[in-house]
């Protein structure tokens, strides 16, 4: 790809769904070229985690103490797609060995859905989780769920990619 591909969007953990019941954790990246799927790798939490605590005894010239490491933990898991945003694509292709990206050619039909959105008696809302189904011009079928609330960004990001795409108010969708 060009040297000069753009990343626009990255989700947060997200759901490749691989068969009925199997799942693997992946982050979702958009450049304004192509979609690249990147796998969750734990180690790299764990060594995102170690630099926290690193950064911790540093800054402070003590160890980190019961609730820094909790912090440092949750700081490590909860911000870890930032770090596609400071990679380059093929670095992200490269992060990881099973990682790799959907050229907007080859999409013969996608489809983004809204989670549907309940609320009950006392006014509360609740979000069920967008997904995003691809299914490739070989016939591969592809199956994303995110935590809700990533329709917008993730519509906007496609929209970048693959213009001719029909927007509607809970879905987005290409066939061709």
């Known amino acids: 790809m060009a040297t000069d591909e753009k990343i626009k969007h ?8 691989l068969g009925f019941f199997k799942q693997k954790q992946c982050y ?12 969750h790798d734990p180690q790299k939490v764990q060594e995102a985690y170690e630099q926290n605590l690193e950064n ?12 820094k490491k909790i912090g440092a933990r ?16 093929e670095d992200i292709l490269q992060d990881h060995a099973d990682n790799f990206a959907i050229q907007p050619d080859s999409i013969a039909r996608l489809v983004l ?21 691809i299914i490739t011009k070989d016939n591969k079928k ?7 609330k990533q329709f917008d ?14 927007f509607k ?8």
């Not at 911790?56 to 609730?67: D, L, N, Q, V, W």
């Not at 949750?74 to 694509?89: D, I, Q, S, V």
């Not at 809204?114 to 509360?124: A, L, S, T, Y």
């Not at 519509?155 to 001719?164: F, G, K, T, V, W």
């Open 10 to 17: 990255v989700t947060p953990l997200s759901g490749h769904k």
């Open 28 to 39: 979702l990246t958009f450049t304004d070229q192509r979609i690249i799927v990147a796998y």
């Open 56 to 67: 911790h005894e540093e800054k402070s010239g003590k160890k980190a103490g019961f609730f």
């Open 74 to 89: 949750w700081n490590a898991h909860a911000n870890f797609h930032k770090r596609f945003l400071e990679m380059t694509p």
């Open 113 to 133: 859905k809204r989670g549907p959105v309940h609320r009950d008696d006392e006014g509360f809302e609740s979000s069920s989780n967008d997904s995003l189904s």
């Open 142 to 148: 592809l199956n994303f769920t995110f935590v809700p």
């Open 153 to 166: 960004s993730i519509s906007h990001s496609l929209d970048m990619i693959i213009p001719e795409a029909t």
């Open 169 to 176: 108010r809970n879905k987005v969708i290409l066939k061709r």
